[in-house]
């Protein structure tokens, strides 16, 4: 059991990019395609119209898709942002911690 080969992953690349890599990928095409079927379903029993209701679900599984991909992003490199200020200001307060570069902080903040 514990000498069994791991399988390697699939992975699916668009332009020799690994898109499991890329943050919000996923989830935006799985509400983007919910979206659109679900809209397309409705669109189709409230008007019995084929032709207009898979016209109405592509074109909310396409803005439901970019809208989702641009406010995760946002909140993605936000975060991202966020991160590395920590990052540095955890860095700065272990290179400062004991001298008086850091009293001097202590006391400006205080």
């Known amino acids: ?6 399988e390697p ?10 898109v499991s890599q890329i943050p919000c990928f996923r989830n935006s095409f799985l509400y983007g395609i919910s979206g659109g079927i679900g809209i397309g379903v409705l669109t189709f029993l409230g ?13 909310s599984f396409f803005c439901g898709t970019v ?5 995760c992003r ?10 590395t200020q920590l990052r540095e200001a955890m860095r700065r ?14 006391l400006k903040s205080a």
């Open 47 to 59: 008007t019995s119209r084929t032709h207009l209701s898979t016209h109405v679900g592509f074109g």
């Open 9 to 18: 992953s699939k992975s699916f690349f668009i332009f020799g990019r690994d």
């Open 74 to 83: 946002y909140q993605w490199s936000a975060r991202r942002f966020e991160q």
């Open 1 to 6: 059991m514990a000498d069994d080969p791991e």
């Open 67 to 71: 809208v989702y991909w641009m406010a």
């Open 93 to 106: 307060q272990a290179q400062y911690e004991g001298t008086e570069v850091e009293r001097d902080l202590d």
